[in-house]
């Protein structure tokens, strides 16, 4: 098979022209992101009648990626920080009158929103986390919404506490130095969970509509999270439901966007469904008529069931497919039982151009599979292997997923074999997969990297002189471990905000997060007050092996990073330049952790695709 057609590089990475839509309670109305003055932003479409739609926000600066109905038609929320701080603001927009300003209900400077929360039995308000108080501790709001008044609920006793509102009664989570969990209803001690299994907190974890229990991730006498419900009055657990083989989708809790494992009733708010995410997707269903609606919708498209939601009556649904070419989302109506498609998210592209995602296993040196996702150029197979890019995951406390990866399906269209290997410490494949990471950084998790490269080679997938790593944030770190520790395996890496030094890295982390590290930073890697730890954490940083990197490099940096600074990315840069090797250097003066802007994300792409084409022999659009 010849090599497809090269795809302009700016296909890969223009904004969709419609994404992430959701339905309006009463069914009449869409909302989905949109371009507008090259920014995805929040538009609006009534679903009768051939009224065009409207857009209802109106940020030039940053894309909107978090928006949310509420319970009254007139008012539609969403959350923006400034130029990748990380400091969430939430918005009111008035539907209802197009000239109303944009209300931001949370002013306040250094502060973030987090566990944004519209609970049934409550209309009119929304449940909030806010940290104006102290930047390192979190209290419960209460914000009516057509008013912006806020009104404590409860303030956090100690850093890193977190409330819950079960019915008309205020939870504490409380953390304890050892990473133990507890949850308390004032005096009283419900329940403990183990720290351990739960790097970055007890997910998901919602209060049943009749406020009497907690629905939460249980990993009780299994290996894979599945969803169990807390007795409030007893501190008993009881088990929902469970999946053989995978555990409960848990990446909302990182990316924005994705949604709960629960699927909850909108208007009652009771349980629906459980979505589990293994190496595809499965959706069960928990109530007879969802049943019925999610058996109709799985025929509309052969992908993966994403993101769903429902009108009020549970008439009219939107749902999302994951698709490793073609993702589409639909409006379905179980009362006519009739589907229309509203959008093919890549549909700008040829479906047959682009690369299959397989699924595959790999084993490591101890003997530990390694789950994988192999996307192979087209044509190859031949008798010369092609080039290879190694795409190790951010995190690393998260995973990759089967879907469309505009960037895996740039580096096939160009000729590379991608690789992602979901290795140890990778979320989502039991809690052995992600606890064997304990202690590995540039260990067992780097052995794990350069045992999927060998793989490849051995069975054909790649030429082993013209191997590649790219990656972000933990991904980045990986690949600047790959140079660094392991120079004569990757012929060239590109890493964007990856980190550096782990030791600063943890130091920096913003004042409001640092209370969540002790089960996952400080245990994974250590703890830079201790000397002997923070020892060991250079010696596994890239920014103590700098002199033993000769491989071409290329560095992407956001400017307002408040985690992976730039101050090392300008070491690392200046110290190789210095003694003559290649190194590219990208900086984005209005990007922080994350690389969102559309006309950056094209920067850095095409000069990582030159990159990559004069030292993997990749082909090259621009």
């Given at each position: 098979?010849?090599?497809?057609?090269?795809?302009?590089?700016?296909?890969?990475?223009?904004?969709?022209?419609?994404?992430?839509?959701?339905?309006?309670?009463?069914?009449?109305?869409?909302?989905?992101?949109?371009?507008?003055?090259?920014?995805?932003?929040?538009?609006?479409?009534?679903?009768?009648?051939?009224?065009?739609?409207?857009?209802?926000?109106?940020?030039?600066?940053?894309?909107?990626?978090?928006?949310?109905?509420?319970?009254?038609?007139?008012?539609?929320?969403?959350?923006?920080?400034?130029?990748?701080?990380?400091?969430?603001?939430?918005?009111?927009?008035?539907?209802?009158?197009?000239?109303?300003?944009?209300?931001?209900?949370?002013?306040?400077?250094?502060?973030?929103?987090?566990?944004?929360?519209?609970?049934?039995?409550?209309?009119?308000?929304?449940?909030?986390?806010?940290?104006?108080?102290?930047?390192?501790?979190?209290?419960?709001?209460?914000?009516?919404?057509?008013?912006?008044?806020l009104r404590v609920l409860a303030q956090s006793p100690d850093p890193g506490a977190t409330?819950?509102?079960?019915?008309?009664?205020?939870?504490?989570?409380?953390?304890?130095?050892?990473?133990?969990?507890?949850?308390?209803?004032?005096?009283?001690?419900?329940?403990?969970?183990?720290?351990?299994?739960?790097?970055?907190?007890?997910?998901?974890?919602?209060?049943?509509?009749?406020?009497?229990?907690?629905?939460?991730?249980?990993?009780?006498?299994?290996?894979?999270?599945?969803?169990?419900?807390?007795?409030?009055?007893?501190?008993?657990?009881?088990?929902?439901?469970?999946?053989?083989?995978?555990?409960?989708?848990?990446?909302?809790?990182?990316?924005?966007?994705?949604?709960?494992?629960?699927?909850?009733?909108?208007?009652?708010?009771?349980?629906?469904?459980?979505?589990?995410?293994?190496?595809?997707?499965?959706?069960?269903?928990?109530?007879?008529?969802?049943?019925?609606?999610?058996?109709?919708?799985?025929?509309?498209?052969?992908?993966?069931?994403?993101?769903?939601?429902?009108?009020?009556?549970?008439?009219?649904?939107?749902?999302?497919?994951?698709?490793d070419r073609d993702p589409q989302t639909w409006l379905y109506d179980h009362r006519t039982?009739?589907?229309?498609?509203?959008?093919?998210?890549?549909?700008?592209?040829?479906?047959?151009?682009?690369?299959?995602?397989?699924?595959?296993?790999?084993?490591?040196?101890?003997?530990?599979?390694?789950?994988?996702?192999?996307?192979?150029?087209?044509?190859?197979?031949?008798?010369?292997?092609?080039?290879?890019?190694?795409?190790?995951?951010?995190?690393?406390?998260?995973?990759?997923?089967?879907?469309?990866?505009?960037?895996?399906?740039?580096?096939?269209?160009?000729?590379?074999?991608?690789?992602?290997?979901?290795?140890?410490?990778?979320?989502?494949?039991?809690?052995?997969?992600?606890?064997?990471?304990?202690?590995?950084?540039?260990?067992?998790?780097?052995?794990?990297?350069?045992?999927?490269?060998?793989?490849?080679?051995?069975?054909?997938?790649?030429?082993?002189?013209?191997?590649?790593?790219?990656?972000?944030?933990?991904?980045?770190?990986?690949?600047?471990?790959?140079?660094?520790?392991?120079?004569?395996?990757?012929?060239?890496?590109?890493?964007?905000?990856?980190?550096?030094?782990?030791?600063?890295?943890?130091?920096?982390?913003?004042?409001?997060?640092?209370?969540?590290?002790?089960?996952?930073?400080?245990?994974?890697?250590?703890?830079?007050?201790?000397?002997?730890?923070?020892?060991?954490?250079?010696?596994?940083?890239?920014?103590?092996?700098?002199?033993?990197?000769?491989?071409?490099?290329?560095?992407?940096?956001?400017?307002?990073?408040?985690?992976?600074?730039?101050?090392?990315?300008?070491?690392?840069?200046?110290?190789?330049?210095?003694?003559?090797?290649?190194?590219?250097?990208?900086?984005?003066?209005?990007?922080?952790?994350?690389?969102?802007?559309?006309?950056?994300?094209?920067?850095?792409?095409?000069?990582?695709?030159?990159?990559?084409?004069?030292?993997?022999?990749?082909?090259?659009?621009?």
């Amino acid at each position: 098979m010849t090599a497809p057609a090269l795809i302009p590089t700016e296909d890969f990475f223009r904004l969709p022209d419609r994404t992430g839509f959701t339905i309006s309670p009463d069914g009449t109305r869409i909302a989905f992101l949109a371009p507008w003055r090259n920014r995805l932003n929040v538009w609006i479409q009534d679903l009768e009648g051939d009224s065009p739609p409207r857009c209802v926000t109106a940020d030039e600066s940053r894309t909107v990626s978090r928006y949310q109905w509420t319970d009254d038609p007139r008012w539609l929320l969403y959350q923006q920080d400034d130029r990748g701080d990380e400091n969430w603001h939430l918005y009111r927009i008035d539907l209802e009158d197009p000239s109303a300003p944009t209300v931001d209900l949370t002013p306040f400077p250094h502060a973030t929103v987090q566990g944004l929360e519209l609970r049934p039995e409550s209309p009119g308000r929304a449940l909030l986390q806010l940290n104006e108080r102290d930047p390192a501790e979190f209290d419960l709001y209460e914000l009516d919404i057509a008013s912006g008044e806020l009104r404590v609920l409860a303030q956090s006793p100690d850093p890193g506490a977190t409330h819950v509102l079960a019915g008309e009664a205020v939870l504490t989570q409380r953390q304890h130095a050892d990473g133990t969990w507890e949850l308390w209803h004032g005096d009283h001690r419900i329940a403990g969970f183990d720290g351990d299994a739960y790097p970055i907190g007890v997910h998901p974890f919602e209060a049943t509509p009749d406020g009497t229990g907690i629905w939460f991730g249980s990993y009780r006498d299994t290996d894979h999270m599945h969803l169990a419900r807390l007795d409030l009055d007893t501190g008993t657990e009881t088990e929902i439901d469970r999946h053989p083989t995978c555990d409960l989708d848990t990446r909302g809790q990182i990316f924005s966007g994705v949604p709960s494992p629960l699927i909850r009733d909108r208007r009652t708010g009771e349980l629906l469904g459980v979505r589990y995410q293994g190496m595809r997707m499965d959706v069960h269903a928990l109530e007879p008529r969802f049943r019925e609606v999610l058996d109709e919708m799985r025929a509309l498209c052969d992908g993966d069931i994403g993101a769903i939601s429902s009108d009020a009556e549970n008439r009219r649904w939107i749902v999302s497919f994951l698709h490793d070419r073609d993702p589409q989302t639909w409006l379905y109506d179980h009362r006519t039982r009739t589907g229309r498609r509203l959008a093919r998210t890549a549909g700008h592209l040829d479906p047959e151009l682009l690369a299959p995602v397989q699924e595959t296993e790999i084993p490591a040196r101890d003997g530990r599979l390694l789950p994988a996702y192999l996307t192979l150029p087209h044509g190859a197979g031949a008798d010369t292997p092609p080039p290879m890019v190694l795409m190790p995951h951010g995190g690393p406390w998260t995973r990759d997923w089967w879907g469309f990866d505009a960037t895996v399906q740039l580096w096939a269209n160009r000729g590379y074999a991608v690789l992602q290997p979901q290795f140890r410490g990778s979320a989502g494949f039991g809690r052995d997969h992600m606890e064997a990471a304990v202690g590995e950084f540039a260990g067992r998790m780097h052995d794990d990297l350069l045992d999927a490269v060998a793989w490849a080679v051995a069975h054909g997938h790649a030429d082993p002189e013209r191997v590649g790593v790219f990656g972000g944030s933990y991904g980045g770190y990986a690949a600047l471990v790959g140079v660094a520790f392991t120079p004569n395996v990757f012929a060239a890496a590109v890493e964007y905000v990856g980190v550096t030094d782990l030791a600063d890295f943890i130091r920096s982390v913003p004042e409001y997060a640092r209370t969540g590290l002790t089960n996952n930073w400080l245990r994974y890697v250590g703890d830079p007050s201790d000397p002997e730890q923070e020892a060991d954490m250079l010696a596994r940083s890239p920014i103590s092996r700098l002199d033993d990197i000769h491989a071409p490099l290329m560095v992407v940096q956001g400017a307002h990073d408040v985690r992976a600074r730039r101050t090392h990315s300008d070491t690392i840069v200046e110290s190789l330049r210095g003694r003559g090797v290649d190194v590219d250097y990208l900086v984005f003066d209005d990007e922080g952790h994350f690389i969102v802007n559309p006309e950056n994300l094209l920067t850095m792409f095409r000069a990582a695709e030159r990159f990559f084409a004069t030292h993997l022999g990749g082909r090259v659009a621009d």
